[in-house]
Each structure stands twice: as structure tokens, then as C-alpha cells.
């Protein structure tokens, strides 16, 4: 656990999403969500390679360049843990050295830093032998331009053989996942993916605490859905999710709380989890993250948010 533990922060167990940085938040936007996150005590930020190609006109690495220039505009490299990715989409080849080397420095290069705290394989592929993938992403923390290892969007199977490939050339294993884990959508990590986080000192570092906003409590009509740009990802928990926000209205009515703040402090409450990834795209929305991830909720209504969940 010590490698992992190298990454939580100072007091507030909260990883700021950078998926909307040059997307849904133009420059100026971006730097006051920042701002707002570190004058709150936040020291980690979550980005990708990829963040945000699905958008014409895009290529990817927006959100790695905005929070570069954040960072150097700031003079708080020092300050800051920030974990990227490589392979958003799992394709042959993705994780194999030679491309995983090129992918760092491009990421290096955009963040305008020497190294990377974290680095994810972004989703798995079974083209590159995982012996390889071990050798490659090890040879990063060798190197000095990685500082710990994970892995994105794996399987508990996948990630125990590809740690058991790195014990066996003594190289540096993957220290943290990064699966979908919130109120709705529980599979990606409950079961052996948190058995294995929780026996063997893996960090979780769930993405979609928010499940896209669903968890806010604001989408309550598919008229609803139509709100912004991210309505089309709100669909997916849409149905499912109702149960889960009745029961939520119950625990906001006990408690005061809104309904952001139960989705994140319900996350920070299962074991095995280090912090969740949540994302504002405005610089108000960032008290509401920060107070999920400093609430503390009451076993009865733990226990109610998990009832919810068996009838969705």
C-alpha cells in the first residue's frame, strides 16, 4: 500500500475529474474549477490522453494542456498529484512499450512536467502480452517519469495476472484502479475487484461518482435529459437509477445534505476505496464535491442507499 498511499491527499479524499477541461469548460472556465478545488484543499486531478477526442474538431489531450498551463500559470506542480492514461480505447497494440513510451512523453510534454504521478493503462487489451505491458509501464517508473502504476477499466483476473507479471520480472505493479463505481452502477468494482484492492493494498479510484450528474438529483423527467451536453450519458443510469433517488431524497431530508454529497461520501464509505473522481464545469459546483468528500453518513442510511440499489 505504500506506493498507493503516495498519491491520497492531504485531508480531502476527492480526485477532481478533468474530463471537462477544454470541453464543456472553455480555458478561463477551467483555471477558476481549479482554482476553486485547490483553495479548497484538493491536490489531485484525474485526466486522460484521450480527454477529449469524441468531440469534432478535437484530438485529444485538451484536458492534459489546459491543466498544464493551469499548473504552470499556478507555480503548484510540486503541490499537485496528477494521474493520466493511455489507450482510451482498448485497441490492439495500446499498451505495448514502444507505444506506451511515446504516449507518456506527448502526455509529459502537455502537463509541462518532468513526471506523472499516476498513470493508467486506460482500458485492456489482449493483443500485447501482458509480461510486456508489465515491462513497459515498469520501465516508466524506472525512468523516473512515473511515479506509481494503474490500471483503468480492468477486470479483477486481468489486473491480479498483469501485478503477478511485474512480481516476476521485479518490476513496479499496478498500485491503483480506476473502475465505474457509484450508487447505480456497482459491478465494475464490488466483488473481486474490491476483494482484491482491499487484500492486496490497491488503491481505488473510482470514475462517474456522479454518474454523469444523475446522482445530483436534477434529472428527475426524461424532459429532463435535454438539459447539456452530457444529458445523452445521463440516459444510461436514467431507469435504473429512480429507485436510487428516492431513497436519496430520505437521506437529504435527514441530513441536510444534497443529494452530490450522499453520492461521494456513500463512495468514500465502501472499502478499499482511496478517494472517488468526480467533475464540476463550473467553479460553484466545486463546494458540493468538496463537502461530499468530508461528509460522513450514518450506517442506517448507508444501509438504505444499499437497499435502493437491490430494488434498481
Known amino acids: 500500500m505504500a506506493a498507493a498511499t ?19 469548460a472553455d480555458l478561463d472556465t477551467s483555471f477558476a474549477i481549479l482554482d476553486a478545488f485547490y483553495a479548497a484543499g484538493g491536490r489531485m486531478i484525474d485526466t486522460a490522453e484521450g480527454y477529449s477526442d469524441w468531440i469534432p474538431g478535437h484530438v485529444g489531450g485538451e484536458s492534459e494542456t489546459v491543466i498544464g498551463k493551469w499548473m504552470a500559470a499556478r507555480g503548484n ?5 496528477i494521474a493520466t492514461k493511455t489507450g482510451m480505447y482498448g485497441k490492439p497494440g495500446d499498451l505495448a512499450p514502444a507505444k506506451v513510451a511515446a504516449a507518456v512523453e506527448g502526455s509529459l510534454a502537455r502537463l509541462q512536467t518532468d513526471y506523472i504521478d499516476l498513470y493508467y493503462a486506460h482500458r485492456d487489451e489482449s493483443e500485447t502480452p501482458q509480461d510486456e505491458a508489465a515491462r513497459g509501464f515498469g520501465a516508466l517508473v524506472a525512468s523516473g517519469k512515473v511515479r506509481v502504476l494503474g490500471a483503468s477499466n480492468f477486470s479483477a483476473e ?9 512480481a516476476a520480472q521485479g518490476v513496479a505493479p499496478y498500485m491503483a484502479i480506476q473502475n465505474e463505481y457509484n450508487l447505480v ?20 479510484f473510482p470514475y462517474f461518482g456522479l454518474a454523469s450528474g444523475f446522482l445530483t438529483g436534477k434529472y428527475r423527467t426524461t424532459a429532463d435529459l435535454d438539459q447539456g451536453p452530457r444529458g445523452y450519458r445521463v440516459r444510461d443510469y436514467f431507469e435504473k437509477g429512480q429507485p436510487i433517488l428516492v431513497a436519496m431524497d430520505k437521506v437529504a431530508a435527514a441530513t441536510g445534505a444534497k443529494h452530490a454529497h450522499i453520492a461521494l461520501a456513500w463512495i468514500n464509505a ?13 467553479p460553484e459546483q466545486v463546494a458540493d464535491l468538496v463537502a461530499g468528500a468530508t461528509l460522513q453518513l450514518a450506517p442506517e442510511h448507508i444501509d438504505l442507499l444499499n437497499a435502493a440499489h437491490s430494488l434498481a
Open 6 to 24: 503516495q498519491l491520497e491527499h492531504r485531508g480531502l479524499r476527492l480526485v477532481l475529474g478533468g474530463n471537462v477541461f477544454g470541453w464543456t
Open 77 to 81: 506542480r510540486a503541490e499537485m498529484h
Open 158 to 166: 486481468r489486473l491480479a495476472s498483469v501485478r503477478a507479471a511485474a
Open 185 to 204: 452502477v456497482r459491478a465494475q468494482f464490488e466483488g473481486p475487484v474490491q476483494t482484491l484492492c482491499v487484500e492486496e493494498g490497491v488503491a481505488s
Open 270 to 282: 465502501q472499502p478499499g476505496i482511496a478517494a472517488p473522481i468526480a467533475s464540476a464545469s463550473r
